[in-house]
């Protein structure tokens, strides 16, 4: 048996020989020594001939430019079949730091004993210790430039499977960055199965460690301070500048990436917009102002402090009524953002930090995390999506009349709010062509001072007075808006409300349909309508508040009422004497059930009846 596996080996080591000595063509005259490790013989060549002799076989032969003849024994062509490694990795260490490399096993069954031993550059890294959970009561040996594991347990086999962890090699690295220590496998390594036999059939690979500077991640959210909504598009800056802004994502998240060792501080801004905060927010401000609703949670402070006072005052409600009118910006600007990681409360709010300092050393912080808030936003209004503004169920109409007039008249447009709402704030936000007409003034007797911007042919109107709120009576118009008719004006202008907001006393908002009025060229004399009509609905189908325009060429007692589609009638807008000309009602359906109603006109002898559609 043992001289086949010899003879195996010698026919082996002639392959390799022959296939070696094809590269050896252009050292014709030299003399190379060639050793076969296991095979029990050697060779040699000169002038291109080798002998190799083993026990019990001789082969010769030549070696030329050309390729390689055998004078004696035999050639047998084989492919190298591939066998499995004990694997150490090439792995990257942090400078001045310790640092693990994993040995990779080979499938190998019935394990009792093992011997390793792998060799180390102890100029670049120093050897500390291993961690196995494999091989219990090993015999460890640790030098600064070896490790060696002997392990044997007969009662007690193990197994593994290729590319197992089996055993951790630890060092520290002693290094500069980029240098290199390679980890050699030395000496006799070995794994001994339960007949005490070597096991066979696996081979050795090396690895190394290349020292590096350590690198890491710093990542957050940014949460709107309800925590139940996230920031997108906000900016995080870091200090040192190692790397761009990075803006959050739509979930509300940013990572620093690939950062070395140190402390570094975090900043977050967010371009300014205007959504979130209204003449609600006023008269929540003034209701904490007069102890009357405190803010529910401290982040609320910090929203409601519009001039950065560190203290909440009727100071900042004047600030927020200039904003919303469009007279100046905040001075804070619209966003402020906190560590989220502080513990804020109603005594602390005004320092809370709007920076996070992170100290980097030898893990990820996944936990950086800001506290975005909406400054004016203590109703918590903001939203990441542009919607509308929410309001409550209470529907309400608000309505520009129309108006008539000619070049050079001085015209005055009315806004009207239907009647018994309650109003201790109002936010109006007007369109007009500046090139028909020429503004003159914003007023209001029954609300007073006003405040108003005028800017590009846009008008913005804010009041508020949680002392004074009144209720409002049908025809009586809560502001007036005056004009001059310019030279140009053709037909008819457009006055458009943008936008509006009225709110009662508890900051609640109402549930508004706008409709626009016109300036319309001529005098109500000679516009007079000739005939009486009642105009279909706007809109049709609609939900829940619809206008209804009628016309009366003189004066006429006016019955205006809504019938079901059982014709009970279940509402009377108007029932008095009216003047000759156009008029417009809104009905608010906002109580009754979707369906098909009748609004029937009568007028004199005059009577006429529109189907309309309510559609919730």
Not at 219 to 238: F, P, W
Not at 246 to 262: I, R
Not at 381 to 387: E, R
Not at 473 to 492: A, G, L, R, T, W
């Amino acid at each position: 048996m043992r001289y086949k596996l010899i003879n195996h080996l010698g026919v082996i080591a002639i392959a390799l020989l022959l296939f070696l000595t094809i590269y050896a063509g252009d050292k014709m005259g030299e003399v190379i020594n060639w050793q076969v490790l296991g095979g029990g013989g050697n060779a040699s060549t000169s002038n291109g001939t080798f002998l190799f002799s083993t026990v019990g076989q001789t082969a010769t032969g030549s070696s030329t430019s050309n390729g390689t003849s055998l004078s004696h024994g035999f050639w047998q062509d084989f492919e190298t079949p591939d066998i499995c490694s004990f694997v150490i990795p090439d792995v990257n260490g942090p400078l001045g730091g310790s640092v693990g490399v994993p040995i990779k096993a080979c499938d190998a069954a019935d394990v009792v004993g093992l011997e390793f031993h792998v060799e180390n550059d102890s100029n670049v890294v120093r050897s500390d210790s291993i961690t196995t959970a494999v091989f219990s009561d090993a015999l460890i040996g640790i030098t600064s430039d070896e490790i060696s594991i002997i392990w044997e347990d007969t009662f007690n086999p193990v197994s593994f499977s290729e590319g197992d962890t089996i055993i951790t090699l630890w060092y520290t690295c002693t290094g500069n960055e980029d240098d290199v220590s390679q980890l050699t496998w030395i000496g006799n390594n070995e794994l001994v199965d339960s007949d005490g036999e070597p096991i066979t059939g696996f081979g050795f690979e090396n690895g190394s460690i290349t020292i590096s500077i350590e690198v890491h991640n710093i990542a957050g959210h940014v949460y709107y301070y309800n925590m139940a909504k996230i920031i997108e598009a906000t900016d995080i800056s870091i200090t040192p500048s190692v790397l761009p802004d990075q803006s959050t994502s739509a979930s509300g998240a940013y990572m620093f990436a690939d950062l070395s060792a140190g402390t570094y501080i975090l900043d977050a801004s967010r371009i300014n917009d205007d959504a979130g905060v209204s003449v609600a927010d006023i008269i929540k401000i003034r209701l904490h102002l007069a102890h009357l609703e405190e803010f529910d949670m401290p982040y609320k402070l910090i929203a409601a402090d519009i001039n950065g006072s560190a203290s909440v005052s009727v100071a900042d409600v004047v600030k927020l009524r200039r904003y919303l009118a469009q007279i100046e910006p905040l001075e804070s600007g619209n966003w402020m953002f906190i560590d989220s990681a502080y513990a804020i409360t109603n005594s602390n709010w005004s320092t809370a930090p709007q920076t996070i300092a992170v100290s980097l050393s030898d893990h990820d912080i996944n936990n950086c995390s800001f506290v975005g808030v909406r400054m004016g936003d203590v109703n918590d209004t903001w939203s990441p999506v542009k919607a509308a503004k929410p309001s409550s169920s209470i529907a309400k109409s608000v309505l520009l009349k129309d108006t008539y007039g000619v070049t050079g008249d001085d015209i005055s447009i009315p806004l009207l709010v239907e009647a018994n709402t309650e109003i201790a704030g109002i936010e109006l936000h007007l369109k007009y062509d500046s090139e028909n007409l020429e503004y003159i003034k914003t007023e209001s007797e029954l609300l007073g001072e006003l405040t108003v911007y005028v800017n590009n042919g846009a008008i913005h109107v804010v009041w508020e007075d949680i002392d004074n709120t009144f209720s409002t009576k049908s025809d009586v118009p809560i502001v007036q808006f005056h004009f001059n008719i310019k030279d140009d004006f053709e037909s008819e202008s457009e006055i458009e409300i943008t936008n509006a907001e009225i709110v009662d006393i508890k900051g609640e908002a109402y549930n508004l349909n706008l409709i626009n009025g016109k300036v319309i060229k001529g005098s109500p004399s000679i516009v007079l309508p000739e005939e009486y009509s009642l105009e279909q609905n706007i809109p049709n189908p609609f939900n829940p508040i619809t206008e209804i325009r009628f016309s009366l060429p003189e004066a006429s007692d006016v019955c205006l009422e809504i019938f079901n589609i059982m014709g009970q009638r279940v509402q009377t807008l108007v029932n008095e004497p009216l003047e000759a000309g156009y008029h417009s009602y809104t009905w608010n359906a906002g109580s009754y059930a979707s369906g098909v109603y009748f609004t029937r006109l009568r007028a004199g002898t005059f009577v006429d009846t529109k189907k309309m559609i309510l559609l919730k």
